[in-house]
C-alpha cells in the first residue's frame, strides 16, 4: 500500500460515520447533484477550450481540476439540502432508522465512486508524481477491474491539461512497468547506433499555432518514416539530418490511430534502414536515436523489456485503438518520438513514440513489422495527403 491507499482508507471511514450521522437522503441528493454538476462541467469542456489555452501549462490543470471540482460541488450542495429537507420530515419514526443506517452504506459507496474518478484522471494526469501514486494504489486498481475506467471523462480532461501531443496509449490505468532488464553500456550503445545515425533526421511541422519536432529515419530513398503525431496539421514539414541541411517534404501517408506517418523528400540522399523481420522479445538490446527537445541528436542505450497489444486511443484522443507495442527501458524524450530504436544486427526493432507516465526510465515503441507492413504500399508515392487536424 501506498500514500494514496492510506488517504483511501481514511476518506471511506469518514464517509461511513459521516453517513450515519446525515442519513441516506442528503447523499443521494447529494449524489444526484454532484453528477448533474459533473456533467454540466464535462459539457461546458468544449467551449473552454480556447480561453484554457491561454493559461500557462501549469497552472492548467488547477484551474481545470479546481472548476470542476466546484461546480460539482454546487452540485452537491443543492442536492444535499433537498434530501436533508426530505430527511428531517421522516427523523424520530422507523423510517428515520433506517435512513441513517442506509446512510452508512450510502456514504461508503459514495467515498468509492469518488476514488474511482478522481483516482482514474490522476492517473490519466500529466501530473507525473500524482500519476504514480493513482497507477501504484493497490485499492485504485482493484477498483479498476471491477468498474469501468473514467475515460471519457480522463480523455477529455487529459486533452486539455497536457502539452506533449503524445497520444492515449492506454484505456484506464497505464500497467505497472514489466521488470527491469540490462542496458547495454554507453559505449555499446553509440557502437549499435553508429551506422543509423546518417538515417535519422530531425523533423519540424509548422502546424496551427507552433512548430512540432520530432525524429525520424529514411526507410527507402527519399523516404522517412516518423509519428503522425509530429507532423498532424503541418503545413509545411521539412527535415534536416544531424550536420546536414534542411529539406522540404511531403506527407505522402499519414495513420492517426497507429501514430505513423511517411514523408517523400526529394532531395535527401541518406542510406535506409532496414526493419526487423519480427518483432524483438524481451531482454533484446539496443539502442534509440532521437532529437529530444528539437535539439541535438542523442543516442540512448535501450533494452526490450516487454511487448503486449494495447488499448488506447488514437492520436485525437478520440477513436478506441489497438496497437502492438514494446515496452522499453530508456529514456524517452519529447522530441525523440519517431526515432528508431536500432538491435545489435543494425536492424530496426521499433518507433519510439512515447514515454510511461509513471517511470522516466521507461518508454514505449510501435511494432517494427506493424509499421513495416503499413508503410510498405506507399512508399513510391509523391502526392502529398491531409495531415489532419492539429493536436493543440
Known amino acids: 500500500m501506498n500514500l494514496f491507499d492510506l488517504v483511501i482508507v481514511v476518506l471511506v471511514i469518514a464517509a461511513v460515520l459521516i453517513g450515519v450521522s446525515s442519513g441516506a437522503l442528503p447523499q443521494i441528493g447529494g449524489l444526484l447533484g454532484a453528477f448533474g454538476g459533473a456533467v454540466l462541467a464535462i459539457a461546458a469542456l468544449p467551449w473552454l477550450e480556447q480561453p484554457l489555452e491561454t493559461i500557462p501549462a501549469e497552472f492548467r490543470a488547477i484551474a481545470v481540476l479546481g472548476g470542476l471540482l466546484f461546480v460539482v460541488g454546487v452540485g452537491e450542495a443543492i442536492g444535499s439540502a433537498v434530501g436533508r429537507t426530505i430527511a428531517i420530515r421522516l427523523r424520530g419514526g422507523v423510517l428515520g432508522g433506517v435512513d441513517r443506517l442506509l446512510g452508512g452504506f450510502v456514504g461508503a459507496a459514495q467515498a468509492i465512486l469518488v476514488v474511482w474518478l478522481v483516482g482514474g484522471l490522476l492517473g490519466a494526469g500529466p501530473m507525473r508524481s500524482l500519476a504514480v501514486q493513482a497507477q501504484t494504489s493497490i485499492l485504485v486498481r482493484g477498483l479498476s477491474t471491477i468498474l469501468p475506467p473514467p475515460t471519457e471523462i480522463a480523455a477529455e480532461l487529459g486533452r486539455l491539461l497536457d502539452d506533449t501531443a503524445i497520444p492515449d496509449l492506454f484505456v484506464g490505468l497505464d500497467p505497472l512497468p514489466a521488470p527491469d532488464v540490462d542496458r547495454p553500456t554507453d559505449p555499446a550503445a553509440q557502437a549499435i547506433a553508429a551506422a543509423a545515425t546518417a538515417s535519422t533526421l530531425r523533423i519540424s511541422a509548422l502546424t496551427c499555432e507552433f512548430q512540432s519536432t520530432g525524429t525520424g529515419f529514411a526507410v527507402a530513398r527519399g523516404y522517412v518514416v516518423t509519428n503522425a503525431h509530429v507532423i498532424a496539421g503541418g503545413r509545411t514539414v521539412r527535415v534536416r539530418t544531424a550536420d546536414g541541411p534542411s529539406l522540404d517534404a511531403v506527407v505522402v501517408f499519414a495513420d492517426p490511430e497507429l501514430d505513423v506517418a511517411l514523408l517523400w523528400v526529394p532531395r535527401l540522399d541518406a542510406p535506409a534502414l532496414r526493419f526487423a523481420a519480427a518483432d524483438p522479445k524481451r531482454g533484446a538490446t539496443g539502442a534509440t536515436l ?37 515496452e522499453l527501458r530508456a529514456v524517452v524524450d519529447q522530441g525523440d518520438s519517431g526515432g528508431p530504436l536500432i538491435l545489435t544486427d543494425g536492424t530496426v526493432g521499433g518507433v519510439v513514440f512515447a514515454e510511461a507516465r509513471t517511470d522516466e526510465d521507461v518508454g514505449y515503441a510501435l511494432s517494427p513489422t506493424r509499421v513495416a507492413t503499413t508503410i510498405q504500399p506507399w512508399i513510391g508515392r509523391t502526392g502529398a495527403v491531409d495531415t489532419g487536424a492539429c493536436i493543440h
Open 290 to 326: 532521437g532529437f529530444p527537445h528539437g535539439g541535438a541528436l542523442h543516442v540512448e542505450a535501450a533494452a526490450i523489456s516487454g511487448a503486449y497489444s494495447a488499448n488506447g486511443r488514437d492520436i485525437y484522443g478520440e477513436q478506441k485503438v489497438t496497437r502492438m507495442i514494446l
